[in-house]
């Protein structure tokens, strides 16, 4: 399959950066960088093949499957239909309207809280990573490679400010009504604030993929090993389910992508052939996105003692932490997923223009 969308591997720290790209269970920096394409069949082979949903598909593939007439709505909120097909240019005005929405819904209190969870940095991190990605996304979908529209274009669609904006937003959106004082109580103590700066530490170091390979094969080696750590890790990703949100997550930041393809005029897909393509992509991210998580937290929670550790998974299991870990993933999915789709949009402008 076609895997461009902008995707992410989420935990408190942990996106993984996959579609194309969302750390620690509580601030995000675990999103791993954008992945899936690279492999992908080209459009018009998708298009050639008659596809169908597998109806005995897990609950995940029905649920993106019920869950594209819903992803069509919102992406018509920012596109023209008729004649005239979708642009970059009136997306970046529905994006920039959604991010005033969502500032607006933002509130000092759980804004400092994201500051603590190190959002400025990790945003940053995502955005070089983006760009990056980017570059590779027109080099293999692009005849004519990255061209100066191409940059302009991805240098808007990775806006910084937005970019924090919209997990601002989408944070306090999903934090609305609730009692936040537990978090801010253990972010604000030194183990929370150490736990952020490693996590942080870890996913800019990341960004090498040299050393992002080195991660995965040690945690491979711990986990043969039967480390402890492997196994206080292991338990951290399952009680926050971070696996299976980041690989949710990445599912549907790709079916985003396909809609700005098709919605930009670039290739003709029904949703079902869409659905039906993403969800092929669903075992091997799997498979990367769980050795992102591992390789990720093992490196950045190295330095910790282990008692310190077991304190950091106590509070993750709690309904604080419980509701903090949705949270972030809430706020970076929205942001993923309208980069997924402008990104799909950008990709479809570059190839009309260049057809011209």
């Known amino acids: 399959g076609m895997g461009g969308g902008e995707t992410g591997i989420r935990t408190l720290g942990g996106l993984a950066p996959t579609t194309v790209f969302e750390t620690a269970p509580f601030d995000h920096s675990g999103t791993s960088p ?8 080209s459009p018009a082979r998708v298009e050639a093949q008659q596809v169908f949903l597998d109806q005995s598909a897990p609950k995940a593939a029905l649920a993106l499957a019920t869950d594209v007439a819903a992803i069509r709505l919102c992406a018509k909120t920012c596109i023209l239909r008729g004649p005239m097909r979708a642009s970059l240019q009136l997306l970046a005005s529905c994006l920039a309207f959604l991010t005033c929405a969502l500032a607006a819904q933002a509130d000092e209190r759980t804004n400092q809280l994201l500051d603590r969870l190190g959002m ?14 980017a570059e590779q996304l027109a080099e293999d979908m692009l005849p004519g490679g990255s061209t ?7 240098n808007r669609i990775y806006d910084r400010e937005a970019m924090k904006l919209l997990v601002q937003g989408g ?3 999903a934090l609305s009504g609730t009692d936040i004082s537990a978090a801010e109580d253990f972010f604000d103590a030194d183990l929370g604030a150490r736990i952020v700066e490693l996590e942080v530490s870890a996913r800019r170091a990341m960004l090498d993929e040299d050393i992002e390979e080195a991660a995965k094969e040690r945690a491979g080696q711990l986990e043969t090993s039967a480390a402890k750590t492997f196994a206080q890790v292991e338990q951290l990703i399952e009680q926050g389910d971070m696996l299976e949100a980041n690989v949710v997550s990445a599912l549907n930041s790709n079916i985003l992508f396909y809609r700005g393809l098709v919605d930009g005029g670039a290739y003709e897909l ?13 075992e091997e991210m799997r498979k990367e996105t769980r050795d992102w998580l591992f390789g990720f937290f093992l490196m950045a929670y190295d330095p910790l003692a282990g008692e310190d550790l077991e304190r950091f998974i106590a509070f993750s299991a709690t309904e604080a932490g419980q509701t903090l870990t949705r949270a972030i993933f809430a706020a970076y999915d929205g942001m993923y997923t309208d980069i997924s789709y402008a990104l799909g949009l950008a990709v479809a402008q570059e190839m009309r223009a260049e057809d011209i």
Do not use: C, L
């Not at 954008?34 to 069949?41: L, N, T, Y």
């Not at 029904?270 to 669903?282: H, L, Y």
């Open 34 to 41: 954008p992945k899936g394409h690279e492999h992908a069949d």
């Open 120 to 133: 400025s940095e990790m945003v940053e991190i995502m955005r070089q990573e983006g760009v990056s990605y």
């Open 148 to 154: 100066a529209t191409w940059r302009t274009n991805v």
């Open 171 to 173: 944070f306090a959106k």
């Open 270 to 282: 029904s949703d079902a052939e869409i659905v039906s393509d993403v969800w092929s992509q669903e």
